[in-house]
Each structure stands twice: as C-alpha cells, then as structure tokens.
Nanobody
C-alpha cells in the first residue's frame, strides 16, 4: 500500500520561505516520478513541479526560479523548497507519485497522492 505523507506547511509572510517534505512508503521510490501539485482556494488543482527517476526536473512557469524540487532516495523523501513566497502561492499542496519512471507533472497520470499540507502566504 502506497502512502505519501506531507509535512512542512504553515503560514508565512510574503517574501518568506517554507520547505515541504513528503515521506513515501510502499513504492520503489528510486524508480518513480514524484511531483507536487497545489490547489488554491476556489480554484482547480495545478501542477507545481516534478522530478523523475533520472532526476530530470519540471517546473510550472509561475514558480520557476523560486521553488526547488529535490529528493533523497535513501530517505524515500521528496522536498519542495519554496522561496520568495507570494500571496498567490497560498494553496493546499499535495505530493504525488507515479510508477512510470520518466514522467512529468504536466503530462503524466499520478496514481498516488498524499493528504496535503496547507500553505498560507499573507501580504
């Protein structure tokens, strides 16, 4: 059974930073594509970033240069470092995974998703 458990959300002022973590179990982490999605209040879910099994990275245009996705295979943990946060980054952030090793956040179907962690950025 695949489990994805996020942590690290919270409230921060604009310009601040947060680091999200996602601990994965029940899947072959090294061979998976991992991603972060977010759902702002009252809006559709959107892709934020992904990292595949070859460590190839994909970012949404809105976060490029501010967010960094990374993973630690030894700890089965995915991270999202978020800097220069803006009020429009306010959302519930979800970790997701797919067994397909060469996916990306915009074109792949992610079979597994965590419960989410809330990020609130105030102006």
């Amino acid at each position: 059974q695949v489990q994805l458990v996020e942590s690290g959300g919270g409230s921060v002022q604009a310009g601040g930073s947060l680091r999200l973590s996602c601990r994965a179990s029940g899947l072959t982490f090294d061979d998976s594509t991992m991603a972060w999605f977010r759902q702002p209040p009252g809006k559709e879910r959107e892709g934020v970033a992904s990292i595949d099994s070859m460590d190839r990275l994909t970012y949404a245009h809105s976060v490029k240069g501010r967010f960094t996705i990374s993973k630690d295979n030894a700890k089965n943990t995915l991270y999202l470092q978020m800097n220069s946060l803006k009020p429009e980054d306010t959302a519930e952030y979800h970790c997701a995974a797919t067994d397909y090793p060469y996916g990306d956040v915009f074109s792949s179907n992610f079979e597994y998703r965590g419960q989410g962690t809330q990020v609130t950025v105030s102006s």
